[in-house]
Structures are given as C-alpha cells and as structure tokens.
C-alpha cells in the first residue's frame, strides 16, 4: 500500500518535535521549585489515599462514621460521594494551570486541564461541599466557614474562566490564584488539624471550629499577597 508520505518525512517530523521539547531540566524547575512540587505531590498522594478509603462506598465508612445523624437524608450521601470523588480532581488540573512551560509547549492540554478544574469544581465539587457545609461538625461558626467557601470558591472560578473567555489574561490569573488557593484547602485543613492535635491536644469540636477557617482564610490572603507582588510598581 502507498503511505501519503515517506518514511524521511517521519524521521524529520520525530526529529522536530523532540528538539522542541528537549529543554534541559534545570531550566524548566528550580530547585525550590522541585521541593514545592513534591511536598504538593506529597500531600496529593496523601489525599487519593483518603478518597481510596471510601471505596467501597458504605454508609459509616471513614468519617461518615461521625455523621450518621444525617445518613438518613436521602441526598446527603450521594452529595457526600459526589464531594469526595470529584473535588479531588481540581487539585492536579488546577496545579498544573500555572505551568508556563505547559502553557507555551501544550495550549491544548492547559485548555483542557482548564476544563476539567471548571467543570470539577463549578458543577460538582463546590456545591457538594457548600451543601456538606450545612452539616458540617463544630456547630454554626463551622457551618458559616463551610458554605462561604463553597461560595467564594464557585465565584472565583467562575471569575477565571469568564475572564478567560475574554482573554483578559491578567485579571484570568488573578482568580485563578484565589481558586487554587481555595482548592489547596482541601490539604491544608489536613495539616492544620494535625498540627492543632499534636500540639494543643483541643476538644474535637474546637478542631473543627478552627480548621473550618485556618483551612482557607491565611490560603486567600497569601494569594492576595502574592497577587500584590506582582503587581507593576
């Protein structure tokens, strides 16, 4: 059979392509850099093997057993399920959006890791977790903190991708950085509650009252920070 082409337009178009991306690595990540990307790594494994305890699905698996006050909700577990399998995903299609070198190599892949952190989190994760919120431990000052982040999550990544569609590049990655600095809250309420044990060995219930804001108010105002940096002086 005739090809369309000859083998040599192969062997240029293979030769073209990996020059193209044969960047060395120092230049593409810094040494901080790599530390950050595998503390993040870290704590993204530490996440899926959460998520991994709630396979099978059970109605006291892991921290439902705590909640069985509410098991007889008929949306609460789906909506809790829908929670815990989706909102996940934002971590490493959010992650990755802040890649310049994916984003110059790959537009195509930055655009549709772009959809998947939207769709994840506008149509799943946030209103699952606002709802989850509702019934969140530690009473109404857990609750409030909950849903307000449900919200502004939902809003700010609304914010990113209208802006995107505008090509406003600028203010684009501004909420970006305050989605993402939401999303990270799924790690850092972790470590928060671990460091607040370990150290100050609270009641339970104060545990929640104040991961529910440690968990993503000082992560909102270091991204406002950095989005000041950034700013031209």
């Known amino acids: 059979m005739q090809l369309p082409f000859r083998k040599a337009d192969c062997r240029s178009l ?11 690595a120092t230049k593409l990540i810094s040494k901080f850099g790599l530390l950050l990307i595998a503390i993040y ?20 698996t892991a921290f439902l057993g705590i909640k069985q006050e509410y098991i007889d909700i008929p949306f609460y ?35 549709l890791n772009g959809r998947v952190y939207i769709i994840s989190i506008l149509l799943l994760g946030a209103p ?14 857990s609750r409030i903190s909950f849903c307000l982040l449900g919200v502004l999550w939902m809003y700010f990544t609304w914010q990113a991708y209208a802006e995107a569609r505008k090509r406003n590049i600028q203010r684009h990655k501004a909420f970006m950085y305050r989605s993402f600095a939401l999303t990270l809250s799924a790690i850092t309420l972790r470590a928060w509650k671990y460091v607040l044990i370990a150290i100050f060995h609270p009641r339970p219930m104060d545990v929640y009252q104040l991961i529910a804001w440690l968990g993503w108010v000082p992560n909102l105002l270091i991204a406002e ?7 031209p002086k």
């Open 41 to 60: 790594l870290f704590f993204c494994y530490f996440m899926v093997e959460i998520v991994a305890q709630y396979i099978p699905v059970g109605a006291d």
């Open 225 to 231: 920070y950095l989005l000041t940096q950034k700013r």
């Open 77 to 111: 577990l789906p909506v809790f399920y829908i929670h815990v399998f989706t909102a996940i995903l934002a971590l490493p299609s959010g992650f990755t959006q802040f890649s310049r070198y994916i984003l110059k190599r790959w537009p195509t892949v930055h655009r």
């Open 128 to 141: 699952s977790g606002f709802i989850i919120g509702l019934y969140a431990n530690g009473g109404l000052p």
């Open 14 to 24: 293979f030769r073209y392509f990996a020059n193209r991306m044969a960047v060395p």
